[in-house]
C-alpha cells in the first residue's frame, strides 16, 4: 500500500504523544479513520521562508540602530542639563559680584573710622565692620592676602616701592588699600608697597 507524502509546517500530534518537526525531516503519521486504505502519511516540515528570515534581520538591525540612537540622545540631555547647571551658577556668582563690589567702598570707609579713631571708640565701628564682612563673606566674598606675601600681579597693584624693610626682594611690606575677590574673580587688587632693594 503507498504513502502519501504531505507537507506541514506545525507540529504532528499523535494520539497519546505531541512530536515536534524538525525542518526537513519525514515524520510519520497514522491514517485518517475516514480513509483506512489509504495507508500511513508521510509528513515533511517546510524550511523556513527566505523572505521571512530577512525580515527578521532587518528588524534585529533596525532596533540596534534604534537603541544606539536612544544611547545618544540620552547623552546628549546628560550634557544639555549639566551645561544649564553650569551657567546657572555662573550667572548666580556674577550677580553676587556685582553686589558685593557697590559694598566695598562701605568697608572702606568702615575701616578708615576704625584706623582714625581710639580703640575705646572704635569697638562698635569694629563690630559693624565684621558683621558685614561676614555677611558678605557668605556671598564667596574674600579678602586678598597681601602684606607679607610675594608680590603677585595678578591680585597685588605695586603703587609704592621701598628699598629698605624686612623681606625678600619683592614682597609686600605695606597695604595701602585691601584687596577683594568673589569666588576665584577678583574685585579690585591690593593697592601694595613693594620692597625692592638696590644692586
Not at 537603541?67 to 550634557?79: D, G, I, T
Not at 546657572?88 to 582714625?116: C, H, N, Q
Not at 564682612?133 to 597681601?146: C, F, T, V, Y
Request: charged share 30%; net charge negative.
Amino acid at each position: 500500500m503507498a504513502a502519501r507524502a504531505v507537507r506541514v509546517a506545525t507540529k504532528v500530534t499523535v494520539p497519546g504523544k505531541t512530536t515536534e518537526p524538525t525542518p526537513g525531516s519525514p515524520l510519520t503519521v497514522p491514517p485518517s479513520p475516514e480513509d483506512p486504505e489509504a495507508g500511513p502519511a508521510i509528513a515533511e516540515v517546510a524550511e523556513p521562508s527566505t523572505d521571512l528570515v530577512g525580515e527578521v534581520a532587518d528588524l534585529r538591525a533596525k532596533l540596534e540602530e534604534a537603541s544606539r540612537r536612544l544611547l545618544y540622545l540620552q547623552a546628549e540631555m546628560e550634557n544639555l542639563r549639566k551645561a544649564a547647571e553650569r551657567e546657572r551658577l555662573e550667572t548666580g556668582r556674577y550677580a553676587a559680584a556685582m553686589a558685593v563690589e557697590r559694598i566695598l567702598p562701605f568697608l572702606d570707609e568702615l575701616d578708615a573710622a576704625v584706623s582714625a579713631l581710639p580703640p575705646e571708640h572704635a569697638k562698635g565701628i569694629a563690630l559693624v565692620r565684621d558683621n558685614a564682612a561676614k555677611a558678605l563673606g557668605e556671598l564667596g566674598l574674600r579678602e586678598i592676602p597681601a602684606e607679607g606675601r610675594v608680590f603677585d600681579p595678578y591680585v597685588h597693584e605695586a603703587v609704592e616701592t621701598v628699598v629698605e624693610g624686612d623681606g625678600e626682594d619683592g614682597a609686600v611690606v605695606r597695604v595701602l588699600r585691601k584687596g577683594y575677590q568673589v569666588h576665584n574673580k577678583v574685585l579690585r587688587p591690593s593697592l601694595v608697597a613693594v620692597l625692592k632693594r638696590g644692586d
